[in-house]
């Protein structure tokens, strides 16, 4: 099960633990990056009204707000209350409003907006065609929606062991949390929509050091595989031990890519 498709499906400690892993990894530097370019393409302006759809904690959600300022709004939505209460939580900006709600199933009161922004997001949805044209139906003509995504299947990694990162990396892009695909899919999705694609960007992520979000994606990504009978005990110990040393003696490399779609809603849906 993809924990991240709705996260009231577990039990509430884990739902927790899950937004705290989020928290921990929206403050990390690579993380402030990806941000920081959605911010930039989205552009908000004072006054303007945004969604931002699979909002979670409210991370990007507060960052949009800040620049609409007093006179715009920004609304939050996210399929599990457990993430809403949380955003309630740390709710501090006039113009922030938080909901529960299935982002292909959006309130009507809800609309117009000026601009739609998710941050992966699709790669968890089942049906992200119908995310986007339901964000499409919300948005003013001439509404912006600005999405990214990332894409394991560009992750590189300098690894003795090329057999088994291929296995390890191939496993987790194919069977681990979802769409992993979605990065590349996500211009073709955005027009088969209805939405007019207007600039598609390439986001890099390297590592060649902790702490790092991506290196301990890594981790991650070997611990899941190890538990799923991918890899032996041995093997994983060793791919880790590997990866470890490369760390210590400072030729460790890891890139991956994010795609970043900026899109225009013309005069007619």
């Known amino acids: 099960m993809n924990p991240w498709t709705n996260p009231d499906l577990l039990p509430l400690p884990a739902a927790v633990a899950l937004a705290n892993g989020f928290t921990e990894r929206a403050a990390s530097t690579e993380q402030h990056a990806l941000y920081a370019a959605l911010i930039h393409a989205a552009a908000p302006q004072p006054g303007q009204r945004w969604l931002d759809l699979g909002c979670c904690v409210g991370t990007l959600?507060?960052?949009?707000?800040?620049?609409?300022?007093a006179q715009g709004s920004v609304v939050g939505v996210d399929i599990s209350a457990a993430?809403?209460?949380?955003?309630?939580?740390?709710?501090?900006?006039?113009?922030?409003?938080?909901?529960?709600?299935?982002?292909?199933?959006?309130?009507?009161?809800?609309?117009?907006?000026?601009?739609?922004?998710?941050?992966?997001?699709?790669?968890?949805?089942?049906?992200?065609?119908?995310v986007l044209q339901a964000a499409r139906q919300a948005v003013k003509p001439g509404g912006r929606l600005v999405v990214l995504e990332w894409d394991w299947g560009t992750?590189?990694?300098?690894?003795?062991?090329?057999?088994?990162?291929r296995r390890i990396l191939d496993w987790?892009?194919?069977?681990?949390?979802?769409?992993?695909?979605?990065?590349?899919?996500?211009?073709?999705?955005?027009?088969?929509?209805?939405?007019d694609v207007l600039e598609i960007q390439?986001?890099?992520?390297?590592?060649?050091?902790?702490?790092?979000?991506?290196i301990n994606s890594l981790r991650h990504a070997a611990d899941a595989a190890h538990q799923a009978g991918v890899v032996s005990p041995i093997?994983?110990?060793?791919?880790?031990?590997?990866?470890?040393?490369?760390?210590?003696?400072r030729r460790f490399f890891a890139s991956m890519n994010d795609y970043l779609v900026v899109a225009e809603a013309g005069a007619t849906s």
């Open 83 to 130: 993430m809403i209460s949380l955003a309630h939580g740390r709710q501090q900006h006039p113009a922030l409003r938080f909901i529960q709600a299935d982002a292909t199933h959006l309130p009507p009161d809800l609309a117009p907006f000026d601009g739609v922004t998710a941050m992966r997001l699709l790669l968890h949805v089942p049906d992200p065609l119908a």
């Open 155 to 165: 992750l590189a990694l300098d690894h003795p062991n090329r057999t088994m990162t």
């Open 235 to 249: 093997e994983y110990t060793d791919w880790l031990a590997e990866l470890d040393a490369g760390l210590a003696n």
């Open 202 to 214: 390439a986001h890099v992520t390297i590592a060649r050091q902790e702490p790092s979000g991506l």
């Open 172 to 195: 987790r892009c194919d069977y681990l949390h979802g769409d992993n695909w979605m990065g590349r899919k996500l211009a073709g999705l955005s027009a088969a929509s209805g939405w």
């Open 61 to 69: 959600t507060h960052q949009l707000a800040a620049l609409v300022g």
